[in-house]
């Protein structure tokens, strides 16, 4: 039977790996990607890595996501991942709205969702002795710093940074900035020295703003409200870090050990809206040390609908709310074969089955 994950190495991992075998102690970056519910079908990776297999190896690893990616590594950072990275993948898949909604309802079902996965306990992750979580957003700034909520502003100045980006990402770095919000444990010093064309703001995280990064990181512009007034942050709206660093394309080559990145795709798109520009695909220096896991094609074709769980889904469903959350949480159960399936390659990692960026 075909395997359910596709795996591939930068030049750095493959050549490590190839002389030592892979150990979580090698692990010093775990990126996690925005898309929404995609990620949904890293739940079983994240729990055998974040419940299993790292805890082998205790030491001090980033954690670094955006959107949904942001979530997923929040929860990882808990005392008991497990507990928390299910209470995600369970009201996370459970969403349900109303046929007509506006983004200020959107925004109200996500931190009460928010709300649940932290379960009252938001100091847990800012205190694990063993991860330092970084989460992603993006600012408006230009255009977009102007928008105060005005639903026709914020289309407007998103469409000029849309056209700005089709020209280049500088352009994009015109209109909006990247804020990290980090860990006050670390300095986040491999972020801070120029890698791209965006200006880069840095924030210490805490119990008073966590919810609120948390938030922002996932706010789809016109889905969500922006989020405003976040403690120890600089004033302004801010949005889904994925308009930025969509799959992360960050500089992991500063790391002298590896990243192993979980992904839904066996590709890094750097920004959202370069999703439908191959040649923007990251194949440089940032991937050398990288190790990437995604589901195969085979096993994404056996899914409900042939496809991962999406946002395009609670348009297809509509109303049908269980149809909806029985499909999705039909995949969160074969993520768990993802699982099985990496555990078996990082005991006897078989380097012909791995590919190259």
Request: hydrophobic share 45%; net charge positive.
């Amino acid at each position: 039977m075909d395997s359910p994950i596709s795996i591939r190495l930068g030049p750095r991992a493959r050549q490590r790996i190839a002389a030592e075998g892979l150990q979580a102690a090698d692990i010093a970056i775990v990126p996690a990607a925005a898309g929404g519910p995609k990620g949904l079908i890293l739940s079983g990776i994240d729990c055998w890595m974040f419940g299993d297999w790292l805890k082998q190896a205790p030491r001090e690893r980033r954690l670094v996501g955006a959107s949904i990616g942001a979530w997923r590594m929040a929860a990882a950072a808990f005392h008991d991942p497990v507990a928390a990275l299910r209470r995600l993948a369970y009201h996370y898949s459970h969403q349900t709205y109303p046929a007509k909604i506006d983004a200020a309802y959107v925004s109200r079902t996500c931190r009460g969702l928010l709300d649940e996965v932290l379960d009252g306990r938001g100091s847990e992750p800012l205190c694990n002795p063993d991860y330092r979580l970084s989460i992603i957003t993006a600012r408006g700034i230009g255009p977009l710093a102007a928008t105060r909520g005005v639903r026709w502003r914020e289309m407007a100045g998103f469409l000029l940074a849309a056209v700005g980006n089709t020209m280049s990402r500088a352009r994009l770095a015109k209109a909006m900035e990247r804020v990290v919000f980090h860990d006050a444990r670390d300095d986040a010093a491999w972020l801070r020295k120029g890698f791209d064309a965006f200006a880069s703001t840095f924030v210490n995280l805490s119990e008073e703003n966590l919810r609120d990064a948390l938030l922002a990181s996932g706010s789809i512009p016109l889905v969500l409200e922006a989020v405003t007034g976040i403690a120890g942050a600089p004033d302004g709206a801010y949005w889904d870090g994925g308009l930025i660093d969509y799959h992360l394309h960050l500089p992991y080559q500063r790391s002298e050990e590896l990243v192993m990145y979980p992904h839904f795709t066996d590709h890094i798109v750097p920004g959202w809206l370069d999703k439908s520009m191959p040649w923007r695909r990251a194949r440089d220096a940032a991937v050398e040390n990288v190790v990437l896991v995604s589901p195969s094609a085979s096993f994404v074709a056996r899914l409900p609908n042939g496809k991962l769980p999406d946002r395009s889904d609670f348009k297809h469903y509509g109303q049908n709310h269980q149809a909806r959350i029985r499909d999705w949480n039909f995949a969160i159960g074969e993520s768990e074969r993802m699982a099985e399936a990496l555990a078996r390659w990082v005991e006897k990692p078989d380097l012909k089955l791995a590919g190259s960026f």
